[in-house]
């Protein structure tokens, strides 16, 4: 069977879009014709770079046009790809150790490559094993919120089968990082559906914004911190927004009045909650409706089930297995999602990641509950709750707090305690507050849940 079927079936349909604007970078449009000769130009590059099938290329960018068009043609030359952001450079280094680095290509802020040998190749089984079906694979990192990072391997031709289904073409924010599953999912969704990724100068909300408004943007893929920056900053009333026609979520829990309130700013736009996992990829979803957060996850290629109250998953599209660290399916394959879940009928409301849930002398605290709450209380802009190891009780909640105004940590923990009373049991009001300054989020956008 031809492992490659899938990317060749992506590359052929740019043709029936030639003219068709597949990215918007800097301003500029790029065609799909035009993407096209940069896929081909970047084929007789790698060629000349002597890279190999099965080789494994790291590639450091953005959703630029000539990182994809580089992308694009290691997947058509099924090499192995470990696309890398800027932002995670300080661990770059280590990335490039694990999963066995042949080469590198690195792009600059000009969308200028470097190609260098980098012969870390150590014959890990498992890139074998890929390298065996003779199809492109794909190295994703996790963030290392619980842990050192782990490689997670896939073969990229089970992440492309679902996009030959034809869905709707949006021009699209690709707001997710070039290292992200969802990322990745995105850019292949867009061009499966010849769709046009606008490309943001950066993750600001201020650089988003302009790009929606400027460029019609209608489909913007976020997290539930980014739109609480976008609500804080009162982006909807200094930027045209009206484009936006859906408004995706996921990577984290969102606050119900977050969504309450993106919901008010953003009338006109359909709200979707998102569901995947690096070591799955990315599930279809429905949400119940704008304002729930009620999800029904899974799809043809997916089976889902709750076990103990955490959601379990079976995917075709499966990881290979971790480059580091052991396998996490159990006998029948099923895969341990780690999230914390109710389930009504056939939606799942998510509370968060068992990680993150805080043991108080035995009893689990969701963070998302007492956020909820404390982010009631005036002044409040943003708030993370993690633990911290206690001699007597394991873990004590603690709460950090941005607020728009300064206030000793005292006085927010006396107004936070008092606002919890009968809304709060005892082991879930914060015996610590941390007021800060900085939203409490990674660069990811993402809830900061460990000190």
């Known amino acids: 069977m031809d492992r490659t079927r899938h990317i060749e079936w992506q590359l052929a349909r740019f043709a029936s879009g030639r003219d068709h604007a597949a990215m918007v970078w800097r301003d500029e449009t790029v065609t799909y014709g035009e993407l096209r000769e940069r896929v081909d130009a970047w084929v007789a590059r790698l060629n000349a770079s002597e890279i190999q099938t099965g080789d494994?290329?790291?590639v450091i960018g953005d959703f630029s046009p000539e990182s994809v068009a580089c992308l694009l043609a290691l997947v058509?030359?099924?090499?192995?790809v470990v696309p890398l952001a800027w932002e995670s450079q300080?661990?770059?280094?280590q990335f490039f150790a694990i999963a066995e680095l042949d080469h590198l290509v690195h792009f600059d802020r000009s969308d200028a490559a470097t190609v260098v040998a980098r012969n870390g190749r150590r014959n890990h089984p498992l890139l074998e094993q890929v390298r065996a079906r003779r199809g492109p694979g794909l190295i994703l990192f996790s963030s290392g919120s619980t842990g050192a990072p782990k490689a997670i391997l896939h073969e990229f031709e089970p992440l492309l089968a679902k996009f030959r289904q034809p869905r709707r073409a949006y021009r699209t924010v690709n707001f997710l990082l070039f290292d992200h599953i969802g990322g990745v999912n995105t850019l292949f969704y867009t061009l499966a559906n010849l769709g046009c990724t606008v490309v943001p100068a950066d993750r600001t909300v201020a650089r988003v914004c302009e790009a929606v408004a400027r460029h019609g943007v209608e489909l913007l893929p976020t997290s539930p911190s980014f739109l609480n920056l976008m609500l804080l900053e009162r982006a909807h009333e200094h930027y045209d927004l009206s484009s936006l026609s859906l408004i995706t979520y996921g990577t984290e829990v969102m606050p119900e009045r977050t969504l309450a309130m993106a919901n008010e700013a953003f009338p006109g736009a359909r709200f979707q909650q998102t569901y995947g996992l690096?070591?799955?990829?990315?599930?279809?979803?429905?949400?119940?409706?704008?304002?729930?957060?009620?999800?029904?996850?899974?799809?043809?290629?997916?089976e889902t089930r709750v076990r103990n109250g955490t959601l379990w998953i079976r995917a075709q599209s499966s990881m290979v297995g971790y480059l580091n660290a052991p396998s996490p399916f159990d006998d029948e394959g099923w895969f341990d999602t780690g999230?914390?879940?109710?389930?009504?009928?056939?939606?799942?409301?998510?509370l968060g990641r068992e990680s993150d849930i805080v043991n108080v002398g035995g009893q689990k605290v969701y963070p998302a509950e007492v956020e909820k709450v404390v982010a009631e209380l005036p002044g409040v802009i943003d708030i993370a709750i993690r633990g911290e190891e206690h001699m007597i009780l394991g873990n004590v909640v603690v709460a950090v707090v941005q607020m728009r105004d300064p206030i000793p940590a005292s006085e927010m923990k006396r107004r936070i305690v008092a606002h919890a009373k009968g809304r709060l049991q005892?082991?879930?009001?914060?015996?610590?507050?941390?007021?800060?300054?900085?939203?409490?989020?990674t660069y990811r956008f993402k809830k900061v849940r460990r000190a």
């Open 339 to 350: 999230d914390a879940v109710v389930q009504e009928g056939d939606y799942y409301r998510i």
């Open 90 to 93: 300080d661990q770059h280094e």
């Open 426 to 441: 005892p082991f879930m009001v914060p015996a610590k507050v941390k007021v800060v300054t900085e939203s409490p989020v």
């Open 56 to 58: 494994c290329v790291g």
């Open 278 to 302: 690096s070591e799955l990829g990315i599930l279809r979803s429905k949400s119940r409706d704008n304002r729930s957060l009620l999800v029904k996850v899974g799809g043809e290629d997916f």
């Open 76 to 80: 058509a030359q099924r090499c192995i």
